[in-house]
């Protein structure tokens, strides 16, 4: 192992370290009785809720033992919890981009890192107008849009939510300076960066109660738990989990309010609800305090900590409970999943790697199959334009860079931590794997536009 690898492996397990101690009594205000399983059949609702840089095990329903997150919790026990899903990117912009386009950074051209919140500073690009977001097919398809929070995916006028498909916007597009808060397209008063989890949550709310009478969508993307930590005066000080533990209880809370308001309208059995991060743990902060736990490495690193995060779905009746999802899955999955169950259309001249979730999801398959190992499903990670790992079935291969001198090979359902590196052992693998991520690479470079400035 070399020393970089040794030091990246050292601070996953400092990270992992904060977890340890026992499970305290769910704190005040959790939900209350689950609710009806009668399906409902036509166009949901959808929420989106993104956590920014949560790590893999900072739930307790994902083994957190410091950390209290009860609401997300009951999503998962009413629900369905994904142990293997992976975003597009280990770092914000480009991982949000492909979300919200179901698209891979190069055939959207967002594959820097914009700055914000001290970050790395990249082109002073965004969204492109030529790609069609979720928000923009669920608007076509009839439904009402909104978004509360980050975006990070521009802030000159043509790239704001605004001009792709979101009819309401309220917060900051660059996570959290306070002086670019918006309402809409225009500034608008900011609370103190620590009241901002619970604006944000005011006004999801309120959206909540003004849409419901019509499908809508609403992407709810948090700035918790990004450094710097902020949580409000409720919450400061009250986890075991330190104040990153404080934060995740905070976001965890926002959760509960979304469903608790889904309750009160009678909205719960009509609304799929999902959860999930942009990336892993930013664990060279070491006032984050986040945990992949037994997964290695965290933002920033094609490795499993860094690219595969805690997804939730829950839907009463059309989502079985309690249910764990251990084939693989990511975010690209979610734009062919929900624009047909809106009633929209994919783009046919898209290229789509996604695949649609609900028969997993409702428990008609419990397999998606692919053009991987075995018939497993393919899911590359990007540093920047260049894809640098390629998930094959059950065996992933990953370039070198800045994370491993060496090119790599694991098989992620003997070793999810990475730790056992098969490349001198299984050759052949490794070079039909290589091969395999050069094509991909390939394919995904025709035509690709340049970065949008």
Sequence with gaps: MNALRAAAVALALAAAACGGGGAPAPQPGAPGAAPSPTPFTGRPNVIVVLADDLGWADLSSYGAAQIRTPHLDRLAQEGARFTQFYVAAPVCTPSRGALLTGLYPPRTGIVTQLAAGGEESGAEGGMPDTETTLAEALRDAGYATAMVGKWHLGQRADFLPTRHGFERYYGIPTGYDLNDMLDGERPAAAPALEELTRAYTARARQWIGELKDRPFFLYFSHRAPHVPLAPSSSFAGRSAGGTYGDDVEELDWSVGQLVEALREHGLERRTLVFFLSDNGPWLSQREQGGSAGPLYSGKG????????????????????????????????????????LAGGRLRADRVYYGADLMPLLAGDVTRIPGPGQDGGREFLSFSRAEPVSLRSGRYKYVRPGYWSVVPTLFDLEADPGERNDL?????ELAATLRQRLIVLEDELSQGAPPPVR
């Design 301 to 340: 690193s094609p490795f499993e900590g860094g690219i595969r995060v805690p997804a939730i779905a829950w839907w009463p009746g059309r989502i079985p409970a309690a249910r764990t999802i251990a084939e693989p899955a990511g975010a690209l999955d979610l734009l062919p999943t929900l624009v047909p």
């Design 423 to 427: 490349y001198a052992v299984r050759p």
